[in-house]
């Protein structure tokens, strides 16, 4: 069954260093999207993806974040600088049809700020 | 706006009992719903969905839920637990058209008993 594909498992950072969090979405899938996951709390969307744009986003994605596709393939959330209240279990998830089926989630990069 | 509530954040049955996952939702109009079951260390997978067919849903592993729109709830169950049942469960409600940003449930953790 495809998958989608998240590098780093875990990544350790200090605060105000920069990290992208990559990932592989299914091939066909055309939605994509990234969630995060404070320990604890619950699962929040942040920002949705389609036609290398941009579709929506939400409150917690102010301009520390930014994604990018840069080649087909991958899809990378950038935090610019981080802070220790970053550090989350961040999801990326991709789709066929905006999410009305459902998502096919990959299994996560735990971020630690320290 | 909408909302998820799932009522428990711990439910604890023993292996072979049944289980019962509640999950109510508050929308002005009839979301698809779904519930997504996250292993540790591990990505959230879909169970099952609603989108306007059948009230009662099959999911995988023996899940089923039932959407009750005068009750406003989807609740997940499962005749009889399994040990390997043992995750964090999300119920999950899109809303239909527009905006497709989901809202997610704060997860109820199911411990399972020998």
């Known amino acids: 069954e495809p998958e989608v594909t998240q590098t780093p498992s875990h990544q350790v950072t200090q605060m105000g260093q920069e990290v992208i969090l990559r990932c592989v979405p299914i091939?066909?899938?055309?939605?994509f999207y990234w969630y995060r996951q404070i320990l604890g709390q619950k699962v929040e969307f942040l920002v949705s993806?389609?036609?290398?744009?941009?579709?929506?986003k939400s409150e917690i994605f102010d301009d520390q974040f930014s994604v990018e596709r840069p080649d087909g393939s991958n899809f990378t959330l950038k935090i610019r600088s981080t802070k220790l209240e970053d550090s989350a279990m961040y999801f990326c998830?991709?789709?066929?049809?905006?999410?009305?089926?459902?998502?096919?989630f990959g299994s996560g990069t735990r971020l630690t700020v320290v | 706006a909408q909302s998820v509530t799932q009522l428990d954040s711990h439910v604890s049955v023993s292996e072979g009992t049944p289980v019962l996952l509640r999950c109510n939702y508050s929308?002005?109009?009839?979301?698809?719903l779904f519930w997504y079951v996250q292993h540790p260390n591990k990505g959230l997978q879909l169970l099952l969905k609603y989108t306007s067919a059948a009230t009662l849903v099959k999911g995988i592993n023996g899940f089923e839920a039932e959407f009750k729109k005068s009750e406003t709830s989807f609740h997940l169950t499962k005749p009889s637990a399994h040990m390997s049942d043992a995750a964090e469960y999300f119920c999950v409600a899109h809303p239909p058209g527009g905006s497709y940003i989901p809202t997610f449930g704060r997860g109820t953790s199911l411990i399972v008993h020998p």
């Open positions: 993806f389609y036609n290398n744009e941009i579709s929506e």
């Open positions: 929308s002005s109009y009839s979301p698809s």
């Open positions: 091939s066909n899938h055309l939605y």
């Open positions: 998830a991709s789709t066929f049809n905006r999410g009305t089926y459902g998502y096919t």
